[in-house]
């Protein structure tokens, strides 16, 4: 009944119980996050220094920072080497969140748009074949 409420395993209810039995209830208590950071807060600080830089000044032709980029900026900068979900739960774990734009830009040309879609993208699709 509790593993369902919580939705958990068994397992774990009965592990719960049995820690709780040895050692009461400040034995359940948290341990805090399963890994530390391997960034210190000052290399943090470093990190958060570089997209101010821009993508470009990293090698990448456009202005987006994907998580890939990320991960090979702290590859680069610190000799470190994370995974994808590693390193969004750093950044998340650090305040940042993922960015959208609220609105298109004002600068955008619906006309140039209709064209590169009807006489560029389908060359750029190629068939599926």
């Not at 807060?41 to 990190?47: G, N, P, S, T």
């Not at 600068?107 to 060359?123: L, N, S, T």
Request: with cysteine; charged share 30%; proline share 5%.
């Amino acid at each position: 009944m509790i593993d369902k409420d919580l939705r958990v395993s068994v397992c774990s209810v009965q592990r719960w119980r049995q820690t709780w039995g040895e050692g009461g209830p400040r034995a359940l208590r948290s341990q805090g996050p399963a890994s530390l950071s391997r960034l210190s807060e000052k290399q943090f600080a470093q990190l958060e220094a570089e997209p101010v830089k821009g993508p470009t000044a990293h090698g990448w032709e456009d202005q987006r920072w994907t998580l890939s980029r990320v991960k090979t900026v702290i590859g680069r900068c610190f000799h470190l080497t994370y995974t994808i979900q590693g390193v969004r739960k750093l950044l998340v774990r650090n305040g940042w969140s993922r960015q959208v734009p609220a609105r298109r830009a004002t600068e955008r040309d619906g006309e140039a748009v209709a064209g590169w879609v009807k006489e560029v993208w389908p060359c750029a699709k190629g068939s599926r074949r």
